[in-house]
């Protein structure tokens, strides 16, 4: 069964600061990854999705993919409060419609 | 924009009776709905899966016997818990996606708690 697995599982940066969160897959015939932020109370959003090696940079979000070792990474630049939430990677399959999530990890931003 | 309701949002039964759970997709077309569970620590588990070219199928440790779900279209979904237990507990997520898109657009969820 396909695992994926997080990295921190709690993070703490102070306003302004960098946030890199780590996630990798079990499964070599993933198709997307895909990141998730979900704030207390709410369902997950998507904030992104990357499929080909290299970065992708979406605002003060990037996520790196490495298909080799089929690890993602992301990267909050100039991170705000705002930002504090669990942030999950998922990987979707396209074969099959299914997203597996990872365990998350906490993000903090302090003021 | 893409939208999913679920309703009710937060729910409180007595051990051993049943929940009724909705979910609607607004704005897009799915063509894929997917339930899961959240635990009280935060971790996933897909219950079922429906897909425009599938029937619903349910994973490991997840049975429509338990877990009855309908839908008239992908677009408006229903479960059941039945004869909720203490373990049942948790926020009930509904997925609804497009396929051709590789993404799930998530509700803000169902909470059941179980006395």
């Known amino acids: 069964q396909q695992k994926v697995q997080q990295s921190p599982e709690s993070l703490s940066v102070p306003e302004g600061g960098m946030a890199s969160l780590n996630c990798t897959s079990s499964d070599r015939n993933f198709q997307y990854f895909w990141w998730y932020r979900q704030h207390s109370g709410e369902g997950p959003k998507a904030l992104m999705?990357?499929?080909?090696?290299g970065d992708k940079k979406e605002g003060r979000f990037t996520a790196h993919l490495n298909k080799a070792s089929l690890h993602v990474s992301l990267h909050i630049r100039d991170s705000q409060p705002s930002d504090s939430a669990l942030y999950f990677c998922?990987?979707?399959?396209?074969?099959?419609?299914?997203?597996?999530f990872g365990d998350g990890t906490v993000l903090t931003v302090k003021p | 924009g893409a939208l999913v309701y679920q309703y009710p949002r937060r729910t409180i039964c007595k051990s051993g009776t049943s929940m009724r759970m909705e979910c609607q997709a607004v704005?897009?077309?799915?063509?894929?709905v997917a339930w899961y569970r959240q635990s009280p620590q935060k971790t996933f588990e897909l219950i079922a899966l429906s897909t425009v070219n599938s029937a619903i199928k349910y994973e490991q440790n997840f049975t429509q016997e338990k877990f009855p779900i309908s839908h008239p279209n992908l677009s408006f979904s229903s479960m059941t818990v039945l004869n909720a237990y203490l373990e049942d507990r948790g926020l009930y997520l509904c997925?609804?996606?497009?396929?051709?898109?590789?993404?799930?657009?998530f509700g803000p969820g169902t909470r059941l708690t179980v006395l």
């Open positions: 997925g609804a996606g497009h396929l051709n898109y590789a993404e799930q657009f």
């Open positions: 999705s990357i499929f080909s090696d």
């Open positions: 998922a990987v979707y399959n396209t074969n099959t419609g299914k997203l597996t």
């Open positions: 704005g897009f077309q799915a063509t894929s």
